[in-house]
């Protein structure tokens, strides 16, 4: 089985761009969440998306949005970069069924630098 | 969230048994325990989750304290590939729809010596 893919693997940019990052979850998970890891701020939530709709927000500002497409796939957008934007962004895909198991499998992450 | 409190970094020497601490005094009666590691450079991994109960998987085994304010995870034999940050994390207890996002810590770096 295919583990969760992000695309692509780096990424440079520079302040006041936008930024696109894909992510495709393993095949049947429903749900797809995102999260940004800095040397700061450690590994911190951004938002969580199941069945095309948001589930839950992380405190980040509106700058940071996402979106999920019927296949699941999952879409996370950054508009007017600033250099604190910086990051690993990670996704991570979970089955989203009532269960006690609902482990998250993470990707290898988007290492996006901001210059 | 209620919150764990971790080492930030422990060391422990190859095919030794690891023990790693965490507490989680406010811990509520719905919270799961779930730790996750992350290798260098890669996304997080699960590794273990319980409840009530101790847990052993292939990976490791999870013993939690009887009041749940405190669990181990404990690695039987750490080899050099288990150096990585471990992640101790409640998380409140599954519904459908919701994978319930992961609130992490700072984790403990865990140092595997050959």
């Known amino acids: 089985k295919a583990g969760v893919t992000q695309t692509p693997r780096y990424l440079i940019k520079t302040r006041g761009q936008q930024v696109t990052l894909s992510c495709s979850p393993i095949s049947g998970h429903r749900s797809v969440s995102w999260y940004q890891q800095t040397p700061g701020q450690g590994l911190q939530f951004l938002f969580e998306?199941?069945?095309?709709?948001?589930?839950n927000k992380g405190n980040f500002p509106g700058r940071f949005s996402g979106r999920q497409f019927s296949n699941s796939r999952s879409e996370m957008n950054v508009s007017t970069l600033e250099l604190g934007d910086s990051a690993l962004y990670l996704c991570?895909?979970?089955?989203?069924?009532?269960?006690?198991?609902?482990?998250?499998?993470f990707g290898p992450g988007t290492r996006l630098t901001v210059l | 969230d209620a919150k764990t409190t971790q080492p930030n970094s422990m060391e422990s020497n190859e095919e030794e048994p690891v023990h790693l601490p965490c507490n989680h005094s406010t811990i509520s009666g719905t919270d799961y325990i779930h730790w996750y590691r992350q290798l260098p450079s890669q996304g997080p991994e699960y590794v273990i989750h319980?409840?009530?109960s101790n847990v052993n998987n292939r990976m490791a085994s999870l013993a939690i304290a009887e009041d749940r304010k405190s669990s181990t995870l404990i690695l039987h034999r750490a080899t050099l590939r288990d150096a990585a940050v471990y992640y101790c994390i409640l998380r409140d207890r599954p519904s459908s729809g919701s994978a319930r996002q992961l609130t992490f810590g700072s984790g403990t770096q865990l140092t595997v010596l050959p």
């Open positions: 998306y199941f069945s095309e709709t948001q589930r």
């Open positions: 319980g409840l009530t």
């Open positions: 991570a895909s979970s089955r989203g069924a009532a269960s006690s198991y609902n482990e998250q499998f």
